[in-house]
């Protein structure tokens, strides 16, 4: 089906990394977990996997089910309007115990940063939204109700803004706020601003709020855990992350799931543990060449690793 059904506009990078660490072939049952505009979908459909794609956002799911992988019989596209944490479920849901690869792309997609409706980036004036499933408190919701405590909170936790308490003082001087422009004027405003500069101030900002109001990292934890309860043994996972935050929780979960021994020189009796993952990857970046293609792959990081016959654990 090499070619078949519409064509993302948008390249997902480090794909074909990617593509290449997943290692479909025919048959295999694999998890796009981050569906977006479907760029790893189509590639793992073309080469011959049935995919059960996971995207919270309505408008990504109303795309996908156009392809004409969804009408086949069975479905070699199978789409759920779904957090990818909850993958276990979900495809429990639909007779699915184990498959070959999962496959996750972090973040926000270009899709949602392109859409100034949806109101994630300040490159368009939008309404303050940042919902990845269009429901739920929106980023005006909070600045406009939290204390400047919390809104600095979550900038130095998420941003890593370290004049987070300036920006947060800014915007509780300024509410009520209800487009990306004003938030990011006031936040330019706050921290001083040169046209010109190499990074916008407002970017960090931006950031934390939308990782705050999605819940994006706990979910990345939630997954990785979902990851590990549904791939077979010899399954492939494939996580590609855009800041050091999310890196950091990839990194760390990786090391631990595929750490042996168990035991210390206080418990020199404990019984050793199974690694879960194996094979696991250094970090992988893009090309200079993909990074000039496409800017926004400058910050990505891919990691990879198969799939023990461990036992998955309670809370991975």
């Known amino acids: 089906m090499s070619g078949a059904g519409p064509t993302s506009p948008h390249v997902p990078v480090l794909m074909q990394e990617c593509v290449a660490a997943l290692a479909p072939a025919p048959g295999d049952v694999i998890v796009d977990a981050t569906f977006g505009a479907g760029g790893y979908s189509r590639m793992l459909l073309d080469a011959g996997a049935t995919v059960h794609a996971f995207d919270r956002d309505p408008d990504a799911i109303s795309a996908g089910s156009k392809w004409p992988e969804t009408r086949e019989d069975p479905p070699r596209l199978v789409l759920h309007e779904r957090r990818f944490s909850e993958m276990a479920e979900a495809l429990a849901e639909v007779g699915v115990e184990q498959v070959d690869g999962v496959a996750m792309d972090i973040g926000v997609s270009s899709m949602q940063l392109d859409q100034a409706e949806r109101g994630f980036a300040f490159s368009q004036d939008g309404p303050l939204d940042m919902r990845m499933s269009q429901d739920g408190m929106s980023a005006a919701d909070f600045l406009n109700t939290a204390s400047d405590e919390a809104i600095a909170n979550v900038l130095y936790l998420y941003g890593e803004e370290r004049q987070s308490r300036r920006v947060a003082r800014a915007i509780v001087a300024a509410r009520p706020l209800a487009t990306t422009g004003e938030l990011a004027r006031v936040v330019r405003s706050a921290l001083g601003y040169h046209p010109g500069a190499p990074k916008d101030p407002a970017t960090r900002s931006f950031q934390a709020i939308r990782i705050h109001v999605n819940a994006e990292l706990d979910e990345l934890t939630g997954g990785l855990s979902a990851a590990e309860k549904v791939l077979r043994e010899g399954g492939r996972l494939a996580v590609v992350s855009f800041h050091s935050l999310e890196d950091r929780i990839v990194k760390r979960y990786l090391r631990d799931a595929s750490a042996t021994g168990g035991g210390s ?49 309670e809370a991975a």
């Open 265 to 313: 020189r206080h418990m020199p009796e404990a019984e050793p543990k199974p690694a879960i993952f194996t094979e696991v990857s250094k970090a992988i970046r893009p090309s200079a060449r993909e990074v000039n293609d496409n800017p926004r792959a400058r910050s990505a990081t891919l990691r990879h690793a198969v799939r023990t016959a461990a036992p998955a654990r």
